[in-house]
């Protein structure tokens, strides 16, 4: 039987780590893993996503909505994991000042949202991932070890899931 295709979905507030991690797990070539980052779309400066979509907020819904269709395209039904990345505030703050160049983003409004996603995963019970002190190397043997779980052949719709694994079965996904 051939083993249904799978989504790990990496997600936290900018400048808590996602694309360092994910660039280095596409770095490692993987077999059957391929790694796409949300950004690759183009991501438009906020006076243009106010102007095409009225807000910024509105474009991520958008965006958001076509990485999925993107991705839930298949004929099998798709095993789907999700982990949060995540960091203490002054640290996701100093790497949006610093290296990342994005001060405008190390705002209070982005320090809720963080927030606002750690008590969704907290809540969902999904795993997370702290990068305020772990190496990005760690961070992706954390990230690989939740594709092993997902990608585990004995992973099957009749197969229940694990409290805090972050992984679900999500039935055929409507073709568009």
Known sequence: MRAAP??????GA?????????????????PGVGCYHFD??????????AARFGSGEAFQAWALGEWIARLARNED???VAVVLVDCAYAERNERL???????????PRMDGWAAYLRGQADAL?????????????EGVATLRTHLAAL??????????PQPGSGVGWMPNAPRR
């Open 77 to 79: 039904g798709v095993w």
């Open 125 to 137: 019970d999904l795993p997370v991932l702290d990068t305020t002190a772990t190496s990005p190397d």
């Open 6 to 11: 799978a989504i790990l979905v990496v997600t």
């Open 14 to 30: 900018a400048g808590a780590g996602k694309t360092t991690l994910v660039g280095r797990l596409a770095a490692l070539g993987l």
């Open 97 to 107: 000042r610093g290296p990342r160049g994005q001060p405008e983003l190390a705002t």
């Open 40 to 49: 690759a779309i183009g991501i438009p400066s906020g006076a243009e996503m």
């Open 151 to 160: 990608l585990e052949p004995t992973a099957r719709p009749d197969a229940a």
